[in-house]
């Protein structure tokens, strides 16, 4: 596991709950110490007993020898640059590489598995991306939940899937990656404006309204890219955006109600003791969605509160459009068969509130 924050030391968690040996990388020797003698991880998981199992080490050539399977967990706008030493001590490796990773890399707008293939000169079918409502302490408290493991490459995405599972995390599979990594990098986005109208003060009305027609312009948004629009109304859509929205949990609802609290996008920085992928991908998704002529109008009033051009308190007056004209709620890419993907989305939701959340159409085990 390379990144020993929250979510990384989560998964490894869940791995080695899973019944595997894990080892983390972690840069600070302080970290790495605690972890590999003290079995915890204070600063980021206080009050959680980490598995005998998982060891740590500073030292990256360390962490890596005898891997069956790489995991990422490091901030999406640093990946690059750290690929670069991991590089010479996976060359000869043929094991799974795996993405933990929820952002777009801001300077070229790339997702996490493209710069990890571009760097690592891999090929797309070995690496595999993890996806879903994450909260990491949830997780690392053992309530239930589940993920899915997306690759090119279906044998990729079930070996994965089968070493990352136990009695408490439950993994599917599919082979969407562009919509399994956009659905995680867009939830965030809608999550900040969510947070946004909680600082503010809004209440439901207003962010479910934000909810509803953020999960049209995530749809949107993926399928113009070459997603398929049932993924975003599965784990990595749909049940990551409720859980993100909803949780005090999530960093980029934390970040979303600073600024709503009227805090400027450095102060968020500032006071953010851990990364909020949400805003370094705003102004990337919203150039990508540009190129590709479509609209994120809850997206562009995001930014225009991180620029400081727009009062917090307007964000939801203009949920949808400056235009007075009527329009369908329909998404204007996900329309298929007897409706678009939001009613689908809504369908699928009741049924899985109705089953218990068993299985989901998009996502297979």
Not at 1 to 12: E, H
Not at 20 to 48: C, D, F, K, T
Not at 330 to 353: D, E, M, P, V
Request: aromatic residues 4%; proline residues 4%; charged residues 20%.
């Amino acid at each position: 596991m390379i990144g020993s924050g929250s979510w990384g030391t989560t998964f490894g968690k869940v791995l080695a709950d899973g019944g595997a040996h894990v080892v983390m990388w972690a840069r600070r020797a302080e970290l790495a110490q605690e972890i590999q003698e003290g079995h915890r991880n204070s600063e980021y998981l206080p009050g959680i007993n980490l598995p005998r199992t998982m060891s740590a080490t500073t030292h990256l050539s360390e962490a890596l020898e005898g891997a069956s399977q790489i995991y990422l967990a490091i901030s999406s706008q640093a990946l690059r640059q750290n690929l670069k030493a991991v590089r010479p001590l996976v060359r000869d490796n043929d094991a799974p590489i795996v993405s933990l990773m929820k952002g777009v890399e801001k300077r070229s707008g790339r997702r996490m598995s493209e710069v990890i293939a571009e760097e690592l000169h891999c090929d797309p079918a070995r690496i595999a991306v993890a996806s879903g409502p994450n909260l990491a302490l949830e997780i690392a408290r053992e309530q239930p939940t589940a993920a899915v493991i997306s690759s090119t490459s279906r044998d990729t995405a079930e070996a994965v899937a089968r070493r990352a599972r136990n009695v408490y995390f439950r993994t599917f599979v599919n082979t969407d990656v562009i919509g399994t990594e956009f659905g995680g990098v867009l939830k965030n986005l809608i999550a900040v404006a969510i947070g946004i109208v909680d600082g503010v003060g809004y209440g439901e009305n207003t962010k479910a309204s934000i909810i509803t027609r953020g999960l049209v312009e995530m749809t949107d948004f993926a399928v113009a890219q070459g997603a398929q629009p049932e993924t975003l109304q599965g784990l990595a859509g749909l049940g990551d955006l409720i859980a993100t929205c909803q949780s005090p949990l999530s960093r980029n609802n934390t970040a979303g109600r600073l600024l709503g609290q009227g805090y400027s996008f450095q102060d968020v920085v500032k006071q953010m003791n851990q990364t909020a992928e949400g805003l370094a991908s705003v102004a990337p998704v919203l150039q990508l969605a540009r190129a590709c002529g479509v609209q994120m109008p809850i997206v562009e009033q995001v930014k225009m509160v991180l620029d400081g051009t727009m009062n917090p308190r307007d964000i939801a007056p203009h949920l949808t459009t400056d235009d007075d004209k009527p329009t369908g709620e329909r998404t204007q890419h996900g329309q298929s068969g007897s409706g678009g993907a939001l009613r689908r989305a809504f369908q699928r939701a009741r049924n899985q509130l109705r089953d218990g959340g068993r299985r989901a159409s998009g996502d297979r085990p």
